[in-house]
């Protein structure tokens, strides 16, 4: 694996972690710092040994239930419709069609939703804080484990892909405990757009390679200048969207008339 493809590994693992864990944290936060520490953080371990057991089982079942070529196939579609997810959402920020991604005004929301909420108690725990701290950590980390893996196994480096979530988690933990506050000041929507560029790179990259697995050999097709290729398909991408960003920009009157997203819709961005 070459020099370029290794560090585009560890920058999109390390970027799409940050980007899932500061959103988990800014719910934790919220239900921590609104009810009950002690229920928040129960429902943290609870998420992190469930996402243990969900990497185990995914990681073995894709490891060797697939042939290399049909896992690129396979893989390398997945990851190009979260690509194309993310750059979707990306695309109609820039151009003013979608109201940016806001940690605090997330974090408003769900603190208004934990003072209204009852005051329900099991197993000794505050339930509210320890369901929703619970299912925001185990949902964000989820797509953290998913790319990990699939960027691992596919790039046979799952200690490069490990290591960029491992840093991005100490890096956001780090910041917790000195801030203490939500994260507002990391560039979410530049790292989304980011992410979302590299996650369709990899999956164009894997997928086409995968479509050996319809040639007699079933091996993966190779391509052009191997890994470098990776950079054009990233440079296409790239032109693409901002392409897209230009098309679809609004008059500047228009845009400050339009209506912010609301905040159903900005929690599942």
């Known amino acids: 694996?070459?020099?370029?493809?290794?560090?585009?590994?560890?920058?999109?693992?390390?970027?799409?972690?940050?980007?899932?864990?500061?959103?988990?944290?800014?719910?934790?936060?919220?239900?921590?710092?609104?009810?009950?520490?002690?229920?928040t953080l129960w429902g943290v371990v609870a998420a992190l040994v469930a996402l243990t057991g969900f990497t185990a089982v995914a990681g073995y079942a894709l490891a060797t239930w697939l042939p290399e070529s049909a896992l690129q196939?396979?893989?390398?579609?997945?990851?190009?419709?979260?690509?194309?997810?993310w750059l979707r959402k990306a695309v109609l920020r820039s151009s003013g069609r979608k109201a940016l991604h806001d940690e605090a005004l997330i974090f408003e929301e769900q603190r208004r939703d934990a003072l209204t909420a009852s005051d329900e108690m099991r197993f000794g725990?505050?339930?509210?804080?320890?369901?929703?701290?619970?299912?925001?950590?185990?949902?964000?980390?989820?797509?953290?484990?998913?790319?990990v893996i699939t960027f691992g196994l596919n790039a046979h480096n799952m200690p490069v892909a490990i290591a960029g979530a491992v840093t991005a988690a100490v890096v956001v933990l780090v910041l917790a405990v000195v801030i203490r506050t939500p994260l507002t000041k990391v560039p979410e929507n530049t790292l989304k757009y980011g992410v979302g560029l590299l996650l369709a790179t990899f999956g164009t990259f894997w997928s086409i390679e995968g479509l050996g697995v319809f040639?007699?050999?079933?091996?993966?097709?190779p391509w052009p200048g191997a890994d470098l290729v990776l950079l054009p398909i990233l440079a296409g991408w790239l032109i693409l969207t901002r392409i897209l960003v230009v098309a679809l920009r609004r008059p500047v009157a228009q845009s400050a008339a339009a209506p912010v997203a609301s905040p159903v819709e900005s929690k599942v961005d």
């Open 73 to 85: 196939l396979v893989i390398g579609g997945l990851l190009l419709v979260f690509g194309l997810q």
């Open 1 to 39: 694996m070459g020099s370029s493809a290794v560090w585009s590994l560890a920058l999109a693992t390390f970027a799409a972690a940050v980007v899932e864990m500061v959103e988990a944290l800014t719910i934790v936060l919220a239900m921590g710092m609104t009810r009950s520490w002690r229920s």
């Open 215 to 221: 040639t007699d050999g079933r091996e993966s097709l």
């Open 125 to 147: 725990l505050d339930w509210f804080s320890f369901v929703v701290s619970f299912k925001g950590v185990f949902l964000e980390g989820v797509e953290v484990v998913f790319i």
